[in-house]
């Protein structure tokens, strides 16, 4: 009998989660909808700039492909629009020739510092409204679910650096 209550009070965890996460990505694709539209970007183009690295190495077609679980013929779409508007540059590997690197062009990285500086602030806005104990609850959790889910944790690590670097330019 004890197995069923906890396999039921799990089953509510679970659903109570879906449901929030659910909110929490409308609240995010709202809030994100509001920027990328005001630049005149797709939903596409607006992720892909926000996933390039700001250094001058670039990041493999595949690997971005992967990351935001897109096929290559979408991304290769997508890009030949942000390389039309002067956003994005694609050069060849140095050690393989047919490699594909895309980077940000200078005008790429102020649109992509305006726009992670504006969600930033956003966020901050609603996390202000959380007690702050519950805030470090909530990333303990996310950050557990992501460790049991087998995140990337070179994808995490990668995201950090870029909020680091984004906010190093910030101040």
Known sequence: MHYMESESSLDQTVS????AWLGV????QAANFNRFQK?????TQFMILNTLPTDDVGMPLSQLARRLNLGSATVTK?????EARALVIRTQGASDRRQVLLSLTMEGRTFQN????EFHTHMARL??????????GLVLGLEALLTAGGAD???RGEAQERRNSQQSRRQ
Not at 25 to 28: A, D, F, K, P
Not at 39 to 43: D, E
Not at 78 to 82: E, F, K, R
Not at 114 to 117: E, K, L, R, V, W
Request: hydrophobic share 40%.
């Open 16 to 19: 109570r989660f879906l449901d």
């Open 25 to 28: 990505r409308q609240l995010i």
């Open 39 to 43: 630049a005149g970007l797709s939903a």
């Open 78 to 82: 997508t890009v030949d629009s942000l």
């Open 114 to 117: 305006a726009a992670s500086t």
């Open 127 to 136: 996390f202000e409204q959380i007690p702050t104990d519950r805030r470090e």
């Open 153 to 155: 944790t070179d994808a």
